[in-house]
């Protein structure tokens, strides 16, 4: 029931042009990011702050100890994210 009732967080998703995947409780969203433009990383910010309103006026609240982003890459891309590098 979950499923259905978050369902429209999908459209917040594509709204901002960021994939989306949900399952269950599950909520997942990603985009590729370009090293050379900082607004991808924008995009993904404004979208995820979109869907935790979405979240909050719909009586959800997502749970901040398992919210975490990931970048994958070479070496050598993962470098050119500068800050949003995890070491």
């Known amino acids: 029931m979950f499923s259905l009732y978050a369902a429209p967080v999908s459209n917040t998703a594509v709204a901002h042009h960021v994939s989306i995947h949900q399952y269950a409780d599950d909520i997942?969203?990603?985009i590729a990011i370009q090293p050379q433009s900082p607004d991808s990383v924008s995009q993904l910010v404004n979208c995820t702050d979109d869907i935790t309103h979405?979240?909050?006026k719909n009586g959800l609240q997502l749970n901040p100890s398992n919210t975490e982003a990931v970048v994958f890459g070479t070496a050598f891309q993962t470098a050119k994210c500068g800050h949003y590098q995890r070491c």
């Open 28 to 30: 997942q969203t990603y």
């Open 54 to 56: 979405w979240f909050l």
